[in-house]
């Protein structure tokens, strides 16, 4: 099961709920709903837009969630500018 961010209700949807509601388990940006840089293991309490389409979650440490990038393949200094965004 994959997660989305959903613009309309500002909170993630699941791909079951997108094949349910929608007929596919792929994001689909024309009704607000969009992939997530990556899966998080934590439920966010923020989604920073970012300029290919994506949404980044955001736990509430940026400390940590600069650890969680950086395990993430994302060198530091491109982890706070992702949090920047």
Do not use: C, W
Not at 25 to 47: C, M, R
């Amino acid at each position: 099961m994959t997660l989305f961010f959903y613009a309309e209700t500002g909170r993630t949807i699941t791909s079951d709920e997108t094949k349910d509601r929608f007929g596919t388990e792929e994001a689909i940006p024309a009704l607000g709903i969009h992939p997530l840089t990556y899966q998080p293991e934590f439920k966010p309490f923020a989604f920073n837009p970012l300029a290919d389409g994506s949404y980044l979650p955001v736990e509430g440490n940026i400390q940590e969630q600069i650890k969680i990038l950086i395990r993430k393949g994302y060198t530091e200094a491109e982890a706070t500018t992702l949090l920047k965004e």
